[in-house]
């Protein structure tokens, strides 16, 4: 990552009070696929995975299998992040979420769904943010997986940074 995107996370992260979504899974409705990461977070992820039991990754892998239809009524599917547990609607990887799924409720066009997070990024700053993360390569995490695995995989290789 750019060294202007480590200073953009830096001042944005300053400003986000994190400690009120922990574990609220108000927003998970938002947790559709398709959800873009940079390489380093997918390193993350794949990181985290590995620091696993092997009985968290088999929950894990059982998330990763479920049926990712959210059915919202008169015949309208969502499709759900991989990561996304059906069963208890929250995020199976939430230390370690891409930087869009971190900002859910701190953008004022994103806001939290029942106000739990009051004091929304400076949008000033939070564009700029934006506008550096759009700068450096994104895929979906479907892509990442299909792409490379573990960060042992000489292709994936990059230093994480995260909010």
Sequence with gaps: MSDRLDHLLETNRKQMNFNACNGC????????????????????????????TGTEKATLSSIIAQNKQMDLGDDVYVGMCRFFDM???????????????????????????????????????????LREYSSVE?????????????????GCQERAVYL
């Design 25 to 52: 899974t108000s927003c998970s409705l938002r947790c559709a696929d398709d959800v873009p990461a940079t390489l380093s977070e997918w390193i993350a992820i794949q990181t985290h995975i590995s620091s696993l």
């Design 138 to 154: 994104r895929r979906t995490l479907a892509e990442w997986a299909d792409s490379c695995d573990l960060p042992s995989d000489g």
């Design 87 to 129: 069963n208890s609607h929250s995020c199976s990887i939430y230390n370690v979420r891409p930087l869009m799924c971190r900002l859910m409720g701190y953008l004022e066009w994103m806001p939290c769904p029942i106000g739990k997070v009051v004091d929304t990024l400076d949008t000033t700053s939070a564009r700029a943010l």
